[in-house]
Nanobody, 123 residues
């Protein structure tokens, strides 16, 4: 069993930055691919960025060039550095874990979800 706890959300102005963190419980963190998703009001949950067990990364088009996903296996933590934020980035951001990247990229079944952290970007 893995528990995921996100933090770092908040209110920021357009052009600002935030760094989200997702801390995972357990000793098997390095066996999971990790992903960040977001869901805006009235919209579906979409993938933002994914990082494999070995550090390979994938970004949604909306995140390319502005967001960076990273992981620290010693701290059981995955990060999402978000720069040049826009009002369209406003959403609840969720952390997810699954043994392989496939489900994170394809919208398949994900093993574990965090509770989410709100990011609000004001214009």
């Amino acid at each position: 069993q893995v528990q995921l706890v996100e933090s770092g959300g908040g209110l920021v102005q357009t052009g600002g930055s935030l760094r989200l963190s997702c801390a995972a419980s357990g000793r098997t963190f390095n066996r999971y691919a990790m992903g960040w998703f977001r869901q805006a009001p009235g919209k579906q949950r979409d993938v933002v960025a994914v990082i494999s067990r070995s550090g390979g990364t994938y970004y949604a088009d909306s995140a390319k060039g502005r967001f960076t996903i990273s992981r620290d296996n010693a701290k059981n933590t995955v990060y999402l550095q978000m720069n040049s934020l826009k009002p369209d980035d406003t959403a609840v951001y969720y952390c997810a874990a699954t043994p392989s990247m496939g489900p994170l990229l394809s919208g398949g079944a994900v093993d574990y979800w965090g509770q989410g952290t709100q990011v609000t970007v004001s214009s």
